[in-house]
């Protein structure tokens, strides 16, 4: 029987390899995926049913890389982003560009060819809560801090805090898909992932990576290295933490309902939220349980501003609660993860390849 096409733009990337991973399993699927590089992908390569480019997507070129192939696939997912708020106030242009002006040109050639596009986008674009900026707040009113897809206004920033470049960017490109599909009939699908934590997930500085990555990977990195734990603000942020095998199982789940499409999803395992600090204190126990070092249970946190740690313009998001409603209702969705073996299971990863 022949095998059903797909295109991952970025299948090199933490989400797209995963995902990669999953589907080239089940035997049924024939991939073209693209990305800078196959290091997540590599274990692949020499599969028949892998087709991999390397080399940067943009506008310039979307159509002479992808222009012969939209059409003869069944969807492509769009994985592709810079997603580490590092970078969107040290390099905010950069940031806009890769997110919008970079990737516009595949909303066009998904327009044009009919093409299903399963574009990731992020719940960043809700920002900040409503609940927020009502004093004295205590998050009571669920109406005020629980994000729902097709209701909750997106609530960022004001200009000068750069933090919001990435979000106001995949907001935009996210209206452009909807705009596309009103009045052009894109058929798509829009993913707003919470806080996917896995094997793979970003880097760890001065190993595979440079930079400032994502809190797991910022906190992994001081476990390894025996430096005091960061808390950004003193961290009070909440997030939701999703393990990335609930995530790709959302992904792949959505192939076969043909409901699925002309949606957005929030993918979010609402029973894992916690504060950053909690999140710090977690990871200190699960790595002490990872290396039966059970001084790892009293590793330092410390605090430091948001201005130190980032640079100015930086802005939090306060809070993550993803109604997941559609997700459960139109692809019986059910994470299964909870946050103790989400951390459990992505840590002794960075410990097999990095830990002494
Ligand atoms: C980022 C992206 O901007 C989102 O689009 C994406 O959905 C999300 O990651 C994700 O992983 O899914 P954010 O959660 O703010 O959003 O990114 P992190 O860098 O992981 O930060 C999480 C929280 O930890 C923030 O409150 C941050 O200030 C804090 N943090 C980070 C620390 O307290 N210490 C650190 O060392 C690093």
Not at 13 to 34: C, K, M, N, P, Q
Request: aromatic share 12%.
């Amino acid at each position: 029987m022949a095998k059903r096409r797909l295109i991952i733009l970025g299948c090199g990337g933490f989400v797209g390899s995963h995902l990669t991973d999953r589907l080239l399993a089940s035997g049924e699927f024939e991939i073209f995926g693209y990305d800078l590089t196959s290091k997540k992908c590599a274990q692949h390569l020499d599969n028949p049913d892998f087709h991999f480019r390397e080399g940067y997507v943009d506008s310039s070129n979307t159509e002479e890389i992808l222009g012969d192939k939209i059409g003869d696939v069944e969807a492509i997912f769009s994985l592709a982003a810079v997603c580490n708020p590092a970078e969107y106030v040290k390099n905010p242009v950069f940031t806009i560009n890769s997110n919008f002006i970079h990737a516009y040109k595949l909303v066009d050639l998904c327009t044009k060819a009919g093409t299903w596009l399963i574009h990731t986008s992020t719940c960043e674009v809700y920002g900040r809560t409503i609940a927020s900026y009502i004093p004295g707040d205590e998050y009571t009113d669920a109406n005020l801090y629980e994000q729902r897809e097709d209701e909750t206004p997106l609530v960022m920033g004001p200009i000068v805090n750069q933090r919001w470049t990435y979000a106001a960017a995949k907001a935009l490109f996210e209206r452009y898909i909807y705009a596309n599909h009103t009045e052009n009939g894109l058929p798509f699908t829009i993913i707003r992932p919470y806080n996917w934590f896995g094997p793979r997930m970003d880097y760890i500085p001065g190993r595979d990576g440079e930079g400032v990555p994502r809190v797991l990977a910022c906190f992994m990195k001081a476990l390894l290295d025996g430096q005091p734990l960061q808390l950004v603000d003193g961290g009070g942020a909440h997030r939701t933490i999703t393990y990335i095998q609930d995530s790709v199982d959302a992904l792949t789940r959505m192939l076969d309902v043909p409901k699925a499409r002309n949606q957005t999803f929030n993918i979010g395992n609402r029973a894992n939220e916690c504060t950053v600090a909690e999140l710090a204190r977690m990871m200190r126990d699960v790595y002490a349980e990872i290396t039966g070092d059970s001084r790892f249970k009293e590793h330092p946190i410390e605090d430091v501003s948001s201005e130190k740690f980032y640079g100015p313009g930086y802005e939090d998001c306060d809070r993550r609660v993803p109604d997941v409603s559609k997700a459960e209702r139109l692809l019986d969705w059910d994470p299964k993860y909870d946050l103790r073996d989400t951390l459990r299971l992505t840590m002794q990863y960075f410990h097999d390849a990095w830990g002494s």
